[in-house]
């Protein structure tokens, strides 16, 4: 009887076949494409890691930007919400921001009343009437262009939500420029009344070169103005002790001559 052995000789051929037709290439390419997936993977993961450690650093840094008016807005209602003790301002408008930036306005009068409701000690500085209105007046372009500035998305959006506030029914698309400013002298006159109504107020006579958001002696948020265009305003963040009492420094020259709120 004859017995039954396995075709090793079909065996191989099999095997020879099986990897005559696999197609090395693309499977080279794939395994490429695979370790790159890897590596990719493995250097976003490194990247994210230095991205949060420089975010670190940043954040310990005793000075930092902010980047330009209004965006650093949501940053002074964040600092004067951590106010314990005082809040020391000296500022262009009573109402900061108010135009501009709208919601973060809202909550920066919400933030200086809720603290000074709690026992903060708050002092304001601010330019008096006729600087204001004159400021006011500057920001603004001049009638004939002022149609071209109101029609702009964002600047509707603004004078729309600046006409509901003071409980105005005209629509922003035929507001005149007159009206604005009017709407914000009001706004002005409305924050130092309501807002800072149990602040020590006081009111500078010539234009100031910095704006300041002191907190507790300790941190403070301030702006360098352009004088030539608001958009170009620059923020800053700062718990340097010497810059603190360099800036404390240059508002206690504007207080010298300033009319104040008599204790």
Not at 66 to 71: E, I, T, V
Not at 98 to 121: C, I, K, M
Not at 135 to 155: G, H, L, M, V
Not at 200 to 227: E, M, T
Request: proline fraction near 4%; charged fraction near 30%.
């Amino acid at each position: 009887m004859t017995a039954i052995v396995p075709d090793k000789m079909h065996d191989s051929m099999s095997v020879v076949e099986l990897l005559r037709s696999t197609d090395w290439r693309r499977t080279g390419e794939e395994l490429a494409a695979a370790l790159a997936i890897l590596l990719a993977f493995v250097h976003a993961r490194h990247l994210r890691q230095q991205i949060d450690r420089l975010e670190e650093v940043r954040r310990a840094l005793p000075t930092q930007h902010l980047g330009k008016f209004p965006d650093y807005m949501q940053r002074i209602v964040d600092v004067v919400r951590q106010a314990r003790k005082s809040v020391i301002i000296l500022c262009d408008f009573p109402a900061y921001g108010a135009l501009s930036n709208p919601e973060a306005f809202r909550e920066y009068r919400h933030a200086l009343e809720e603290r000074s409701d709690g026992g903060v000690t708050i002092e304001v500085a601010c330019l008096n009437d006729d600087l204001r209105a004159a400021a006011t007046d500057a920001e603004f372009p001049k009638t004939e262009q002022w149609p071209e500035w109101r029609q702009k998305e964002t600047n509707l959006d603004h004078l729309q939500k600046l006409l509901a506030r003071h409980g105005k029914r005209a629509k922003a698309e035929t507001v005149t420029r007159e009206q604005v400013i009017e709407l914000l002298c009001a706004e002005d006159k409305r924050t130092l009344d309501e807002t800072f109504g149990g602040a020590h107020r006081c009111q500078v006579k010539n234009a100031v070169p910095l704006y300041l958001w002191l907190v507790d002696g300790s941190q403070a948020v301030f702006a360098i103005p352009s004088f030539n265009h608001r958009s170009v305003e620059h923020g800053f963040y700062t718990m340097d002790p010497r810059l603190i009492e360099g800036l404390l420094d240059i508002r206690a020259r504007y207080l010298a001559d300033a009319t104040c709120d008599v204790d």
